[in-house]
Protein backbone atom coordinates (compact mmCIF):
# COMPACT_ATOMS: atom_id res chain seq x y z
CA UNK A 1 0.00 0.00 0.00
CA UNK A 2 1.38 3.64 -1.12
CA UNK A 3 1.32 6.11 1.53
CA UNK A 4 1.23 9.97 0.25
CA UNK A 5 2.76 12.70 2.51
CA UNK A 6 2.48 16.21 1.37
CA UNK A 7 3.88 19.21 2.55
CA UNK A 8 4.47 23.32 1.51
CA UNK A 9 0.68 24.79 1.62
CA UNK A 10 0.02 28.03 3.70
CA UNK A 11 -1.27 31.12 3.12
CA UNK A 12 0.04 33.91 0.50
CA UNK A 13 -0.66 37.01 -1.17
CA UNK A 14 -2.17 37.26 -4.57
CA UNK A 15 0.70 37.09 -7.15
CA UNK A 16 2.63 35.36 -4.54
CA UNK A 17 4.30 31.72 -5.02
CA UNK A 18 4.12 28.58 -3.10
CA UNK A 19 5.61 25.00 -4.10
CA UNK A 20 3.81 21.61 -2.76
CA UNK A 21 5.69 18.47 -1.88
CA UNK A 22 4.41 15.01 -2.17
CA UNK A 23 6.96 12.13 -0.96
CA UNK A 24 5.18 8.28 -1.64
CA UNK A 25 6.00 5.63 0.49
CA UNK A 26 8.33 3.12 -1.53
CA UNK A 27 7.10 0.06 -0.47
CA UNK A 28 4.84 -1.00 -3.26
CA UNK A 29 5.31 2.15 -5.26
CA UNK A 30 5.97 1.74 -9.32
CA UNK A 31 6.56 4.55 -11.27
CA UNK A 32 2.97 5.70 -12.28
CA UNK A 33 0.59 8.71 -13.28
CA UNK A 34 0.79 11.34 -10.35
CA UNK A 35 -0.74 14.14 -9.96
CA UNK A 36 -2.73 17.18 -7.98
CA UNK A 37 -6.01 17.72 -7.17
CA UNK A 38 -7.48 20.47 -5.66
CA UNK A 39 -11.24 21.23 -3.51
CA UNK A 40 -12.47 24.36 -2.86
CA UNK A 41 -15.24 24.81 -0.21
CA UNK A 42 -18.45 23.51 -2.00
CA UNK A 43 -17.22 23.02 -4.59
CA UNK A 44 -16.11 19.49 -6.71
CA UNK A 45 -12.46 18.63 -6.46
CA UNK A 46 -10.69 18.56 -9.69
CA UNK A 47 -7.38 18.28 -11.54
CA UNK A 48 -4.79 20.90 -11.33
CA UNK A 49 -1.93 18.91 -13.09
CA UNK A 50 -0.63 15.49 -13.76
CA UNK A 51 2.93 13.97 -14.66
CA UNK A 52 3.01 10.56 -16.45
CA UNK A 53 5.65 8.07 -15.63
CA UNK A 54 7.67 9.28 -18.84
CA UNK A 55 7.57 12.54 -17.43
CA UNK A 56 4.49 13.95 -19.79
CA UNK A 57 2.20 16.77 -17.93
CA UNK A 58 -1.51 17.62 -18.32
CA UNK A 59 -2.66 21.00 -16.70
CA UNK A 60 -5.92 22.71 -15.63
CA UNK A 61 -6.66 25.66 -18.32
CA UNK A 62 -6.95 27.68 -15.33
CA UNK A 63 -3.27 26.90 -14.39
CA UNK A 64 -1.22 27.04 -17.34
CA UNK A 65 1.43 29.34 -17.53
CA UNK A 66 1.29 29.66 -14.01
CA UNK A 67 1.83 26.12 -12.14
CA UNK A 68 4.36 23.38 -13.27
CA UNK A 69 4.61 19.44 -12.01
CA UNK A 70 7.55 17.95 -11.95
CA UNK A 71 9.08 14.86 -10.59
CA UNK A 72 12.20 14.47 -8.12
CA UNK A 73 15.19 12.43 -9.49
CA UNK A 74 15.30 8.24 -9.56
CA UNK A 75 13.18 6.30 -7.69
CA UNK A 76 11.18 9.25 -8.71
CA UNK A 77 8.55 8.71 -5.72
CA UNK A 78 8.16 12.33 -5.10
CA UNK A 79 5.89 15.06 -7.15
CA UNK A 80 6.04 18.66 -6.63
CA UNK A 81 4.16 21.44 -7.96
CA UNK A 82 5.08 24.90 -8.07
CA UNK A 83 2.74 27.64 -8.56
CA UNK A 84 3.25 31.23 -9.41
CA UNK A 85 1.20 34.07 -9.81
CA UNK A 86 -1.70 33.12 -7.20
CA UNK A 87 -5.01 34.37 -7.26
CA UNK A 88 -7.64 34.06 -4.60
CA UNK A 89 -9.91 31.46 -6.64
CA UNK A 90 -6.55 28.96 -6.06
CA UNK A 91 -7.86 28.64 -2.47
CA UNK A 92 -8.29 25.36 -1.84
CA UNK A 93 -7.01 21.93 -0.31
CA UNK A 94 -4.87 20.55 -2.53
CA UNK A 95 -4.26 17.04 -2.71
CA UNK A 96 -1.60 14.67 -4.02
CA UNK A 97 -3.10 11.61 -6.20
CA UNK A 98 -1.21 8.65 -7.16
CA UNK A 99 -2.71 5.87 -9.95
CA UNK A 100 -1.54 2.67 -9.03
CA UNK A 101 -0.35 1.00 -12.63
CA UNK A 102 -1.42 -2.44 -12.13
CA UNK A 103 -5.34 -1.87 -10.79
CA UNK A 104 -5.84 1.57 -11.23
CA UNK A 105 -6.55 2.39 -7.59
CA UNK A 106 -5.80 5.80 -6.93
CA UNK A 107 -4.36 6.65 -4.07
CA UNK A 108 -4.79 10.36 -2.00
CA UNK A 109 -2.30 12.07 0.33
CA UNK A 110 -4.40 14.15 3.23
CA UNK A 111 -4.61 17.42 1.77
CA UNK A 112 -2.59 20.41 2.36
CA UNK A 113 -4.43 23.96 2.63
CA UNK A 114 -3.55 26.89 0.29
CA UNK A 115 -4.88 30.08 1.22
CA UNK A 116 -4.58 32.86 -1.96
CA UNK A 117 -5.28 36.79 0.45
CA UNK A 118 -6.01 39.67 -2.25
Known amino acids: QVRLVESGGGLVQAGGSLRLSCAAS????????MGWYRQAPGKQRELVAEITGGGATNYAESVKGRFAISRGNAPQTTVSLQMNNLKPEDTAVYYC???????????WGQGTQVTVSS
Open 26 to 33: TSGFTKNL
Open 97 to 107: NYREPATGYDY
